[in-house]
T-cell receptor, first 111, second 114 residues
Framework: QKEVEQDPGPLSVPEGAIVSLNCTYSNSAFQYFMWYRQYSRKGPELLMYTYSSGNKEDGRFTAQVDKSSKYISLFIRDSQPSDSATYLC???????????FGDGTTLTVKP | GAVVSQHPSWVICKSGTSVKIECRSLDFQATTMFWYRQFPKQSLMLMATSNEGSKATYEQGVEKDKFLINHASLTLSTLTVTSAHPEDSSFYICSAGPGPLGPFFGPGTRLTVL
């Protein structure tokens, strides 16, 4: 079993829809939770970063972590075609420790 | 956010030659950097952890003699693909992070071995 499991997708939504991307993890030592966006042939870009449980909002993006259920979510409001990309969730246990990534969910937002 | 650069962005080489890829942290010091490879439409695969001033730690199944990693300073790590073959063609990405925030990824290097 992978330490971080991500809903595989692909996911296709119309422009303006609310998108929900989800991951689960199994390692109780994970304390830091990240979401990355990766466009084709580019390096992943850090979108959201959360420590421990709770919600974090940044513009149209909301990251949610529930450590009791080991569940990680990213919500995108008012989705735009420019949001079309692969989204990766990731977790790590310590500041400088290596991150464990999900396999990614490919999102397409249709105009 | 922190900036990580990679050079070159794209390299084409002949089979049997060696290729060096540089990863630099531009506005922070990184005692640890990570190297990944990614095949088309596949997930990131961690190859090794690069530690400044000491030997890299390789993931299981990654040939340390083929993928040489040198982390000579707090802002530079290099990955050398030795005696490259077509099956080594891939997208190589490094990452690093200042403290708990991150890691931040470089833009990646596309390697094509003919």
């Amino acid at each position: 079993q992978k330490e971080v499991e991500q809903d595989p997708g692909p996911l296709s939504v119309p422009e303006g829809a609310i998108v929900s991307l989800n991951c689960t993890y199994s390692n109780s030592a994970f304390q830091y939770f990240m979401w990355y966006r990766q466009y084709s042939r580019k390096g992943p870009e850090l979108l959201m970063y959360t420590y421990s449980s709770g919600n974090k909002e940044d513009g149209r993006f909301t990251a949610q972590v529930d450590k009791s259920s080991k569940y990680i979510s990213l919500f995108i409001r008012d989705s735009q075609p420019s949001d079309s990309a692969t989204y990766l969730c990731a977790s790590k246990g310590t500041n400088a420790g290596k991150s464990t990534f999900g396999d990614g969910t490919t999102l397409t937002v249709k105009p | 956010g922190a900036v990580v650069s990679q050079h070159p962005s794209w390299v084409i080489c002949k089979s049997g030659t060696s290729v060096k890829i540089e990863c630099r942290s531009l506005d922070f010091q990184a005692t640890t950097m990570f190297w990944y490879r990614q095949f088309p439409k596949q997930s990131l695969m961690l190859m090794a952890t690069s530690n400044e001033g000491s030997k890299a730690t390789y993931e299981q199944g990654v040939e340390k003699d083929k993928f040489l990693i040198n982390h000579a300073s707090l802002t530079l790590s290099t990955l050398t693909v030795t005696s490259a073959h077509p099956e080594d063609s891939s997208f190589y990405i490094c990452s690093a992070g200042p403290g708990p925030l991150g890691p931040f990824f470089g833009p990646g290097t596309r390697l094509t071995v003919l």
